[in-house]
């Protein structure tokens, strides 16, 4: 079952916002501990390779970056956060893709659905659709929700974790947020 949880002014900070609500977090902690970052042998393309992945084969033909050996986690995060912001449909005449098991479905079957622009997604689905691409990559992330909940003045965005930190990434807005810069692209 997914939870709610209140965050700390860290996350607020870390996004550059006043206002914080939750975090949406699909039965993981989270976790703000730095961790030692990782010294990569094979880029991000070469260890997804093992999984027969529409959306990994797709983003690795159109990021051949990713496939560098010393890549970081954060150049990663923003070059995928980046083609999926190209790819999400945003639904801005209200025809949503989203029903009661679209939360249960994979990335292939989302990007699909987005390839075939059957319907569009706001700011949740988005952020939903970004963070099981960075699963689908080995990344750890989450969902987060802030501002006034039940209202128009609310936003969700991806929390990914990435070379020891937490990284704020929205392909709604096409931005990232680091906890040691201002927000940026």
Not at 7 to 18: D, F, K, P, Q, T
Not at 97 to 104: A, H, N, P, R
Not at 118 to 129: K, M, N, P, Q, S
């Amino acid at each position: 079952m997914r939870r709610l949880v209140a965050l700390s002014l860290i996350i607020a900070v870390a996004v550059g916002l006043a206002a914080v609500g939750g975090v949406f977090l699909a039965n993981r902690p989270i976790i703000l501990a730095a961790d030692p970052a990782q010294v990569r042998a094979v880029g991000y393309c070469e260890a997804a390779a093992m999984r027969a992945s529409k959306v990994i084969r797709d983003a690795c033909t159109a990021n051949p970056g990713l496939s560098e050996p010393n890549l970081s986690q954060v150049e990663a995060t923003s070059i995928l956060r980046g083609w999926a912001a190209s790819w999400i449909d945003v639904a801005s005449d209200g025809k949503l893709i989203i029903e009661d098991d679209y939360w249960q479905k994979s990335v292939d079957t989302l990007y699909e659905r987005f390839l075939n622009h059957e319907r569009g997604v706001y700011c949740g689905g988005t952020a939903w659709t970004l963070m099981k691409l960075f699963e689908a990559f080995g990344l750890e992330s989450w969902i987060y929700i802030f501002g006034e909940s039940d209202t128009e003045l609310s936003h969700v965005v991806t929390l990914v974790r990435a070379d020891g930190r937490i990284i704020v990434q929205d392909a709604y807005f096409n931005y990232k947020g680091c906890s040691s810069s201002p927000l940026s692209r």
